[in-house]
């Protein structure tokens, strides 16, 4: 089992920045063995991949909605990732949920919230 929690979401005004972290405990598994993913779901929509990264780090992957602003990035020595968002969108409102797994994703986090005021 894989218990996964958010944290760092918050009220934000359009341009500004937030760092999500997601820290993960793996009874009886290896953290580094996962990919870990964030999706996002804003009201009314269905939840959306925004990036994910392999377990080495080696390879990432973003959705075209956040490519050039939104940073994923892990530690697996210390059970985290990352998602480092700059350049804030109103649209990028949404509750943000980390995922891990490895053909699919298996975990999920409860979710944060991100509000980015116009």
């Known amino acids: 089992q894989v218990h996964l929690v958010e944290s760092g979401g918050g009220l934000v005004q359009a341009g500004g920045s937030l760092r999500l972290s997601c820290a993960a405990s793996?009874?009886?598994?290896?953290?580094?063995?996962?990919?870990m993913g964030w999706f996002r779901q804003a009201p009314g929509k269905e939840r959306e991949f925004i990036a994910h990264?392999?377990?080495?780090?080696?390879?990432?992957k973003y959705a075209d909605s956040v490519k050039g602003r939104f940073t994923i990035s892990r530690d697996n020595a210390k059970n985290m990732v990352y998602l480092q968002m700059n350049s804030l969108k109103p649209e990028d409102t949404a509750v943000y949920y980390c995922?891990?797994?490895?053909?699919?994703?298996?975990?999920w986090g409860q979710g944060t919230q991100v509000t980015v005021s116009s």
């Open positions: 990264i392999t377990w080495s780090g080696g390879s990432t």
């Open positions: 995922a891990a797994g490895k053909n699919t994703y298996d975990y």
């Open positions: 793996a009874s009886g598994r290896t953290f580094s063995s996962y990919t």
